[in-house]
């Protein structure tokens, strides 16, 4: 039994700006424990985060910008009806997010190489705010990686709808609403980029 | 007064196989069915929390081991808590009659992203059945109560990696009910139905999925990290790593003590929707009740720390939390003293949904002045963790939610099957479980005041003839609810036919036929005036 196919553009994009306040609220958690905690552990969360890589860090800010900038371009497109220009747009977004996750196997390859990984013995016997500094960090952003993963993926499939014509100028909520999730993911860099990387 | 319907010649509505089969049901998108899947899935696990309930009753009947050893009266009370908040209460109302009758009640033909609603079904029932699958491995189902405190649910050998997964996926799934209501509430009403001619059950419901939206993933990002410690170790939580085991009861409570705004709020919609009803006059204050709902729902999102009274908060803190949980009686009571003033010379008709509701406000006046005991910073240290808490909490929350809930099946099943049950018989069931529930939970009050602590399997000799009292009412109430349950499926299958309107309802479903079509409304509604105008002379 299948319901009456009703488009309710408004609707759709109220729908998903409700998951979106969902998600940030989930990432507000950590936010939350990353603020007590720098306020009980000042010091240490200084001195753990001169052990991250800035370079690495920096070069993921600017990749995940471009990306949101191409997927950004990519739902203009569609609203002209440039559908070769839309796939092409979106398959860049794609590749910034893969050249992302590989910066960031690179980077944590490296830490649990030094031996800095969570519950390690090296780290564990680190002051208490160290740990509890490269506790949050894999945490966070690992969920965070989990999204640009997930992120990636919608990307590649709104490609492939926008090449099968699920997705063309008169009905583009789909890839919209992706380039919404995608904004998201990009969103919580622009906060978790400086927390760790930048400020302290 | 009866309404028939232009289109109300349909052969049981949506009941009406569709050639598919079971298919046609797990796999439907009609709102209706899905709210139908619900229930079936809900009451399942609600007499499987029962006789869970039932068997902690009978250990308690006696001092020392009765029937079963400490570890596994641990998991008891920890399975019945993890069935009834998660898999029952939370979703119950919103999820069965929310479903249902939502959309009816705004003039709409589904929810505004059916196969959403569909996917939180199925989401559901994932997380029903993985908490299930936690019982079977590792050391067998968590021993560590519903809230999953650290430090000892990271220690503890038992499954809490499992369950907390489960509870983790049902949280996602109330996200998604949440998240489809209020785009539904905002975008699909008929014609006519402006936000003051709502009924207020859409009102309650409409704020429930706000907390819904808000409050859940909170719980999903503390259960994560409990996850997260148990496999990786991270040590957020661990005092030894230079974590804060108080943190987690923070996040914890940020969403759970909202929660039971969740699990109260849409049981008040219900109360709200069957006074006037029985009472044959419009609802007194229709802006002061919808409107309370939603500052009940604000207010409540902001009282969490009142559960951690002694768990070292500054004075500061716990004067303000204590000062904001008494602001959140003023809505209640707002709510309360309405309903009684519908009933101020209103035509009072006792049929059993009206019993079930004027049950509701007596039993949930009691949860919510003894809240007020445990709210107050003074006299919540003298009772903490006693079975005064258990006692207030299943006022409120089995005397409040349960018997709204008891209210809607009584009230909507003949809508929904078309049929009536035994009127009597639902009264006698009802006066068993009036009686059988204020034995049980007035002497767990009462034996909590005498210091009796909640959670332990053993008790101190002078608490028994109260814990006997006790048990002796958790059989008078399971036998209520037994025959309760037993009468209602019977009319559901057997009963009279009960027409269009058996109780002379003035919303929107009570104008289609019973069961409702398919396609609720098979052209658009047009709503003139609000839901409650009923004439100056009583209706028959």
């Known amino acids: ?200 | 007064m009866t309404e028939t319907h232009p289109a109300a010649t349909n052969e049981r509505g949506f009941l009406a196989p569709t050639g598919n089969g079971l298919f046609g049901w797990i796999f439907s998108t009609d709102h209706k069915r899905i709210g139908l899947l619900y229930m079936y899935a809900i009451l399942t696990f609600f007499l499987v929390g029962v006789v869970l309930g039932l068997l902690i009753r009978l250990e308690l009947i006696a001092p020392g081991e009765t029937i079963v050893s400490a570890q596994t009266y641990n998991a008891l009370f920890t399975l019945h808590g993890v069935i009834m908040i998660f898999l029952f209460i939370i979703p119950g109302i919103p999820a069965i009659f929310g479903n249902i009758f939502l959309p009816i009640h705004i003039g709409a033909n589904d929810v505004a992203f059916p196969r959403l609603n569909l996917l939180s079904w199925w989401l559901y029932i994932s997380g029903a059945l993985l908490a299930l699958a936690s019982l079977f491995g590792g050391a067998g189902f968590p021993d560590t109560g519903w809230t999953f405190y650290v430090p000892f649910s990271i220690q503890t050998h038992t499954n809490v990696t499992l369950a907390a997964f489960a509870v983790f996926i049902l949280g996602f799934s109330s996200i998604l009910t949440g998240i489809n209501f209020v785009t539904t509430v905002h975008r699909l009403r008929a014609t006519g139905v402006t936000w003051g001619r709502l009924p207020l059950f859409v009102w309650t419901l409409y704020s429930t999925a706000w907390v819904q939206v808000l409050a859940t993933p909170i719980l999903g990002i503390t259960l994560a990290l409990v996850l997260l410690e148990r496999v990786l170790g991270a040590g957020l939580f661990d005092p030894a790593k230079g974590g804060d085991p108080i943190l987690y009861q923070h996040l914890f409570w940020i969403y759970s003590h909202p929660a039971v705004y969740i699990m109260i709020l849409p049981g008040m919609g219900i109360i709200s929707e069957v006074i006037p009803v029985f009472a044959r006059k419009h609802i007194f204050g229709y802006w002061a009740m919808a409107l309370s709902g939603i500052a009940i729902a604000f207010a409540g999102s902001l009282v969490w720390a009142h559960h951690m009274f002694v768990s070292g908060l500054s004075d500061t803190a716990i004067f303000v939390f204590s000062l904001l949980t008494f602001v959140v009686a003023i809505p209640s009571a707002i709510k309360v003293f309405n309903w009684t003033a519908t009933l101020y010379k209103g035509s009072i008709a006792l049929d059993p949904p009206m019993l079930h509701a004027l049950t509701f406000i007596l039993l949930f006046s009691v949860g919510g002045l003894t809240g007020l005991v445990l709210g107050s910073a003074a006299t919540n240290v003298p009772v903490h963790d006693t079975h005064f808490v258990v006692g207030h909490f299943h006022y409120t929350m089995f005397g409040g939610t349960g018997f709204a809930f008891f209210a809607g099946l009584h009230f909507w099943l003949p809508k929904i099957y078309g049929r009536m049950y035994n009127r009597k018989v639902a009264t006698a069931a009802w006066a068993a479980m009036l009686v059988g529930f204020n034995t049980l939970y007035f002497s767990m009050m009462v034996v909590g005041l005498r210091g009796m602590p909640r959670r332990y399997y053993d008790y101190l000799p002078q608490f028994t003839s109260l814990n006997v009292t006790a048990t002796v009412g958790s059989w008078v109430l399971g036998a209520g609810l037994f025959v309760m349950f037993a009468n209602l499926f019977w009319g559901s299958l057997r009963g009279a036919p009960a027409g269009n309107n058996p109780w002379g309802g003035r919303t929107l479903e009570w104008t289609l036929s019973s069961p409702p079509p398919a396609e609720n409304f098979p052209s658009p509604p047009v709503v003139v005036h609000g839901p409650y105008i009923y004439p100056e002379e009583p209706t028959p």
């Open chain 1, 1 to 200: 039994m299948s319901a009456p196919e009703h488009r309710d553009y408004t609707g759709a994009k109220l729908g998903m700006w409700l998951f979106l306040f969902t998600e940030l609220i989930l990432f507000g958690g950590l936010f939350i424990l990353y603020a007590v905690y720098l306020h009980r552990y000042p010091g240490e969360f200084a001195a753990a985060a001169q052990e991250l890589n800035l370079g690495l860090g920096a070069a993921n800010t600017v990749i995940l910008l471009t990306g949101s900038l191409l997927v950004a371009l990519s739902v203009s497109a569609v609203r002209r009806g440039g559908r070769r220009a839309t796939q092409l747009l979106l398959w860049g977004g794609v590749v910034t997010g893969l050249l992302f996750l590989l910066n960031k196997y690179i980077e944590w390859s490296a830490e649990i190489g030094h031996g800095i990984y969570p519950d390690s013995p090296i780290l564990n016997q680190k002051p208490p705010g160290e740990i509890i500094f490269f506790g949050l960090y894999y945490v966070t952003l690992g969920l965070h990686g989990l999204h640009v993963l997930i992120g990636t993926v919608l990307l590649a499939v709104m490609a492939l709808y926008t090449a099968t014509g699920v997705v063309h100028r008169d009905d583009f909520v789909k890839l919209e609403n992706s380039g919404l999730y995608w904004h998201l993911v990009d969103l919580v860099w622009i906060f978790i980029f400086p927390l760790y990387y930048l400020l302290l």
